[in-house]
């Protein structure tokens, strides 16, 4: 039987259902028809031009990508147009655009995890589980939520910890290609014990208040605005800010393993973009 986008879609929302993304969110098979039969698939963080060449030099009927290429409201579809240009591409080449966003964020796949395994946090639990009382019926489900939060064996001083952790980052399997750890910053006393660690990959500065009003003493994220940091070091917690693309870059070789494990998609062949890279320069 043929593998259709429809099928990967299926697979993707049976460990990250749609339902789980936020309402602001767009998340889902934006580009191309459910039917179509894929042979092989690109995954990627980002949908740039770069990656859809990289996409048909591959072969490849369907990009599966973390971050949407329609978020804000496209007005039309003109070359001249430098939002559309991802979308024509696609259609152009006949490349299938396959969205899982903040429902990946909140799933098993989530970079936080990577991360917090990477780390060794022990009691490593979800930080920030969603309000069921607000949440209707028909989209309540298994246990979810933003980033994760736990405890070193024992306590580190940050300046320590933090470049053992960039080692450790550079030299695992987390990321499925090796990025260079570029646009990385630390905020805190270097001298600063750490024992209680909060991870949430992304954009994780709105993330700040409840790190401190639950005691980490380290909150890892990225896109941390300069008044956040402050707040952070005010209250009397260090921030390590990995960039946005870094702190999300694991869920590619988390997506690419659960994909290829899949019996269903044996048939096919899968590929993390190489092409998708941190876009700071250092």
Do not use: C
């Not at 690109?42 to 990289?54: M, S």
């Amino acid at each position: 039987m043929a593998v259709t986008v429809g099928l990967v879609a299926q697979i993707i929302e049976r460990i990250a259902p749609k339902s789980w993304a936020e309402d602001w969110d767009n998340v889902g098979l934006l580009v191309g028809s459910g039917s179509a039969p894929i042979e092989r698939l690109l995954i990627t963080l980002d949908g740039t031009l770069e990656v859809v060449e990289e996409a048909k030099a591959f072969g490849a009927q369907l990009i599966v990508a973390h971050h949407p290429i329609i978020f804000r409201p496209l007005k039309n579809l003109r070359a001249d147009n430098a939002a559309a240009q991802v979308p024509l591409r696609l259609l152009q080449h006949s490349i299938g655009y396959y969205t899982a966003h903040t429902n990946l964020d909140q799933s098993p796949l989530s970079s936080s995890r990577a991360l917090g395994e990477l780390l060794g946090l022990r009691e490593m639990k979800i930080f920030d589980e969603p309000e069921y009382d607000l949440i209707p019926i028909q989209k309540r489900g298994e246990a979810r939520g933003y980033g994760v939060s736990g405890y070193l064996t024992q306590p580190e001083k940050l300046g320590v910890l933090w470049k053992n952790f960039l080692e450790r980052l550079d030299q695992s399997g987390v990321y499925a290609h090796p990025y260079k750890l570029s646009g990385v910053r630390l905020a805190g006393s270097l001298e600063k014990d750490v024992r209680k660690v909060a991870i949430v990959n992304g954009s994780g500065g709105r993330f700040v208040p409840k790190a401190l009003f639950k005691g980490a003493d380290l909150l890892i994220t990225g896109d941390v605005d300069h008044h956040a940091v402050l707040d952070a070091l005010e209250g009397g917690m260090a921030v390590g800010d990995l960039g946005h693309f870094l702190s999300e870059a694991p869920m590619l070789q988390a997506l690419y393993q659960y994909l290829s494990a899949e019996k269903a998609l044996q048939g096919i062949e899968i590929r993390v973009s190489l092409t998708n890279q941190p876009p700071w320069l250092v």
